[in-house]
């Protein structure tokens, strides 16, 4: 089984997905981290030098291939993977994956990208906390549809420990 990690940026995904396969003893794997080493340069040097679309093909076919093992893991991955190319789809046809939406305010995702934007492409030039939440709240509107399809919702506004429990608890 995969257990798969979903949600906006800075909603947890790494942290709790890191923390989960701890516990559950298992392989763990950010997306993200693995398409940075198998191009050798960082996500934002990508869409700065070869742009967005490079990017979501290359994510797509780096999910590919992470899927098409059947090796048992905790996978986090970047914001947008399951809003593009046919990546839901091979989210919800695969049996093996329980996927889990990690749900965060608008409000709290604004203030935490506030202070963690140098390395977000997306939201990097956005300078003051007005024009975040503004951002955020349009950008999270777009992609709830695709988030909400995941198997389970968690309400992820809470400590590392108490939304580690709720995954576990589903699971
Ligand atoms: C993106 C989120 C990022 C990364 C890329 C695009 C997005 O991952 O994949 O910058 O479209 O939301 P995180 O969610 O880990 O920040």
Redesign the pocket.
């Known amino acids: 089984m995969k257990v798969i990690l979903i949600?906006?940026?800075?909603?947890g995904?790494?942290l709790i997905g890191s923390e989960l396969a701890k516990i559950l003893n298992l392989e763990y794997l950010?997306?993200?981290q693995f398409i940075e080493e198998k191009e050798g340069k960082t996500?934002?040097k990508i869409?700065l030098e070869k742009g967005e679309i490079f990017?979501r093909k290359i994510?797509n076919s780096y999910l590919n291939e992470i899927l098409s093992s059947n090796k048992k893991m905790v996978l986090?991955?970047?914001?947008?993977?399951p809003?593009f190319s046919n990546n839901l789809k091979l989210l919800t046809e695969n049996k093996d994956i329980r996927s889990f939406f990690l749900n965060v305010p608008v409000n709290e995702l604004a203030k935490r990208l506030m202070n963690d934007k140098n390395?977000?492409?997306?939201v990097k030039y956005v300078t003051n906390e007005n024009d975040m939440l503004e951002f955020v709240g349009k950008h999270l509107f777009e992609?709830l549809p695709f988030y909400n399809q995941a198997n389970y919702k968690v309400d992820a506004n809470k400590s590392k420990g108490e939304v580690i429990e709720s995954i576990l608890n589903m699971l």
């Open positions: 949600g906006y940026m800075a909603s995904k790494s950010d997306l993200d996500i934002q869409f990017f994510e986090s991955l970047g914001g947008g993977t809003c390395n977000r492409p997306l992609r």
